[in-house]
């Protein structure tokens, strides 16, 4: 038989690097890099090569599942929808339609941001939730409300780097960028090949910190106070770029007067980073022009997220490095209207969180918990581990357990799944139709790509599209629906870019924007209410915010004797969040979690390499084994993330950190910053 060879994208983490699917009498037999895919070149990781692994993987849930009390059993498709139209129809009917949460994760692909939206909507519920407080939107809505969006990161044409917080050699996908895993695409490297400065600010010794002409380490949670007095520096150098702030800024003398004491000095004994070298990146950044400020997933997770980002999205603005070769580029975004009905109902935190679009998850652990303002009956989890990935672990799973119903699509059986009354089987990313639509940061701009059918459904997995059309009918709402499959869904959802489908389907990647053009600004001014860039901001202001940047202590900044040490966490590429740690092959790369601790720290405690230790936070307790090693900063450990669903065994972070403090804007919380003692395991 020969191998049948279909071009896709790997959609197992972010970076959807172009991959060829080999397919051999209708079985995924190999996944393959596509040398021609124009931004991935040819780069695969360990877990997209494993793609069969985990499409085959004997875990694999391939059956609708029925809790009962004992156990999962196996249940028909019809009897699986029947029971869940009837028991939410019967929720809406008891509670409101406002009583559903659908929740998601983090998706790799436009169905995983989509399933069920059409669904929760015309129910009536506008209550969406997901990781999105742990992940980028806090980025965003900091953005957006200093210039108007966010931006992507000229690479090509740069010539000083600042990466904030981001671990690309491991991880880092936001679609902007491709600079991911590795090799994916050597723009970082390439940059310096031709005289770009990079500058690293990261506690770690990350390998991408080694390759850094400045490397700053400050203390986790600390880097608002970092990103002010750079602001101090600048401004009372006079180092920034004056006709901008004179013609495209607002708020200029406020802000000048509100850094003035936020001195290098002042920061240094926050982040315990030297003045000298807070002011050498201040310089470096605002002289070595055009640059670029990449920051990392780790500013979300923070209590002071959005008035930290936005600090950064000043350095940005100051420096004259919007929209400018080699700077930061607003990149033309695809207006994709997904709802064909919008209710009135407004969502369960849009009083507390005003500028936040979507539910932060603790505002729904504590509705659960609370009943206030009201108590949520019914969840859909799809493709999301919430359980899992939010913060203080032992209160979400108490406030999971108040639900009335609980469905979860899932291909494994995730912690989350396991507290389900039913599983739905999807269909795994090669077993079915999907998109992506990314801008890149090396100059060509935004395309649409296909995620490829190349293989059937593995068991009785479908996909979601469909199960979701055929639970609206079943409960009466598909009038509201314009498409009942995939493919339908596909072309409703792209139409807006002009391809289809079918197009995709004759050429997989379709470049949709025009070359880029640079400081657009000039015709379209920027997208706040003033047009300008706010460097103080009025709107924020009358909702009870900060107008200006500030830097807010980190709750727990007072030393404790009983938790001494500052814990942090990590990624790593062999792994995606709380995915693959049941796949042998990474297993063979990275076989368990570790704790990384400074020899210093260990040396007090009497904890060796490999030795199992006990990690304790006031939220919990997990025992990990410790890599002793100066990566880390004294007085700082640093776990490795994602571990802990009932296959792997592992220990899950999220047990230690808290949610009992969070930011003010978006709701996020601390997953990057717990006080924890480490002993060495009796
Ligand atoms: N302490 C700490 N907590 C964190 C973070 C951290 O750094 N530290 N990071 C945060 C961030 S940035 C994020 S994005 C979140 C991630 O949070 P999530 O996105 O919720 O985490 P995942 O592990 O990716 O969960 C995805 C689930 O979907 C399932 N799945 C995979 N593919 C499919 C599919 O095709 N269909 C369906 N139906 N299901 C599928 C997987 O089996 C898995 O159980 O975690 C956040 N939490
Ligand atoms: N292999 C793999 N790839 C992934 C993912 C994955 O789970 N696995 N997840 C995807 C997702 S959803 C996301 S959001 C991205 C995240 O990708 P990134 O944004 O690159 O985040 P991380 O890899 O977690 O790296 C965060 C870095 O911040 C540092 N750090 C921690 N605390 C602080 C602090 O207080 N200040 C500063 N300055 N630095 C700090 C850490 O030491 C670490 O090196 O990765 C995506 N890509
Ligand atoms: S980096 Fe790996 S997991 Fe991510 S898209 Fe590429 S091959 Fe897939
Ligand atoms: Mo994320």
């Not at 059937?456 to 009918?473: C, N, S």
């Not at 990384?596 to 006990?614: C, E, L, Q, S, Y």
Request: glycine share 6%.
């Amino acid at each position: 038989m020969s191998i049948e060879k279909m071009p896709t994208v790997c959609c197992l983490c972010h970076t959807n690097c172009g991959v060829i699917a080999h397919v051999e009498d209708g079985v995924l037999v190999a996944v393959k890099p596509d040398k021609d895919h124009p931004y991935s070149k040819g780069h695969i990781c360990p877990k997209g090569a494993a793609a069969p692994e985990i499409v085959y993987h004997p875990d694999r849930i391939t059956h609708p599942l029925r809790k009962t009390a004992n156990g999962f059993v196996r249940i028909s498709w019809d009897e699986a929808l029947d029971e869940i139209a009837t028991r939410l129809l019967e929720i809406k009917e008891k509670h409101g339609a406002h009583t559903l949460i659908r929740c998601g994760g983090a998706p790799m692909t436009s169905a995983a941001w989509d399933a069920f939206i059409q669904l929760t909507a015309s129910y009536g519920s506008m209550n969406f939730a997901g990781a999105s407080h742990l992940c980028s939107i806090p980025r965003l809505v900091a953005y957006k409300s200093v210039y108007g969006n966010s931006t992507g990161p000229d690479y090509l044409n740069t010539r000083c780097m600042i990466q904030w917080g981001t671990n690309p050699t491991e991880s880092r996908s936001v679609g902007d960028s491709g600079v991911c895993n590795g090799n994916v695409s050597k723009v970082i490297p390439n940059a310096i090949k031709r005289g770009a400065k990079l500058i690293v600010i990261d506690p770690s010794r990350t390998k991408l910190a080694q390759k850094a002409h400045i490397w700053l380490r400050p203390i986790p949670g600390t880097d608002a106070a970092l990103a002010l007095a750079m602001l101090n520096v600048i401004i009372s150098e006079q180092l920034y770029d004056k006709d901008f702030v004179r013609n495209w800024t607002v708020g200029f003398d406020e802000l000048a007067a509100h850094v003035q004491d936020m001195t290098p000095e002042w920061a240094e004994g926050i982040t315990s980073v030297a003045a000298e070298n807070i002011r050498e990146v201040a310089r470096t950044y605002a002289t070595t022009k055009p640059g670029i400020i990449r920051e990392g997933n780790f500013v979300d997770q923070s209590t002071n997220t959005v008035q930290m980002v936005r600090a950064i999205g000043m350095l940005i603005a100051l420096c004259g490095n919007l929209d400018v070769p080699g700077g930061e580029i607003f990149h033309p975004q695809m207006k994709a209207p997904f709802l064909t009905t919008r209710p009135e109902a407004k969502s369960l935190s849009a009083q507390t969180y005003p500028m936040f679009p979507i539910i932060p998850f603790p505002c729904i652990t504590d509705a659960l918990l609370t009943e206030k303002p009201y108590k949520p009956r019914a969840m859909i989890v799809y493709h999301g581990n919430p359980l899992m990935i939010n913060a203080n672990y032992e209160r979400n799973k108490r406030a999971l357990e108040q639900l009335d119903f609980l469905v979860v699509c899932e291909l494994f059986m995730s912690a989350t799944a396991e507290m389900a009354d039913i599983i739905l089987p999807d269909t795994s990313e090669y077993e079915n139709y999907g998109t992506c639509i990314k801008s890149c940061g090396e100059g060509s701009g935004t395309y649409v790509c296909l995620q490829n059918k190349a293989i059937e459904p593995v068991g009785q997995a479908r996909p979601v599209f469909e199960v979701e059309y055929e639970l609206a009918k079943r409960m009466g709402m598909d009038k509201d629906y314009v498409w009942s499959d995939t493919e339908g869904c596909i072309d409703h959802r792209i139409r807006a870019t002009g391809i289809t489908l079918a197009d995709l389907k004759k050429r997989p990647l379709i470049h949709i924007a025009k070359p880029i053009e640079y400081k657009k600004y000039m015709q379209n001014e920027f997208k706040t209410p003033s047009k300008k860039v706010e460097l103080y901001s009025q709107k924020m202001k009358d909702l009870g915010y900060s107008p200006l940047p500030i830097y807010i202590e980190p709750h727990d900044i007072a030393a404790d004797d009983d938790y001494p040490l500052i814990g942090t966490g990590r990624r790593s590429g062999v792994f995606t969040h709380t995915r693959f740690h049941n796949i042998p092959s990474l297993l063979k790369i990275e076989n368990e979690p570790h704790v990384r601790i400074h020899p210093d720290d260990a040396k007090a405690r009497g904890i060796a390499n490999d030795d199992k230790t006990v990690i304790s936070s006031e939220k919990g307790t997990i025992e990990i084994a410790a890599k002793v090693t100066d990566e880390t900063l004294p007085g700082v450990v640093v776990i490795d993330f994602g571990w802990g669903n009932p296959s792997d065994g592992g220990a899950n972070m999220n047990v230690l950190t808290s949610d009992d403090v969070r930011d003010k804007i978006t709701g996020s919380t601390p997953n990057r910053r717990f006080r924890c003692q480490v002993f060495p395991t009796p």
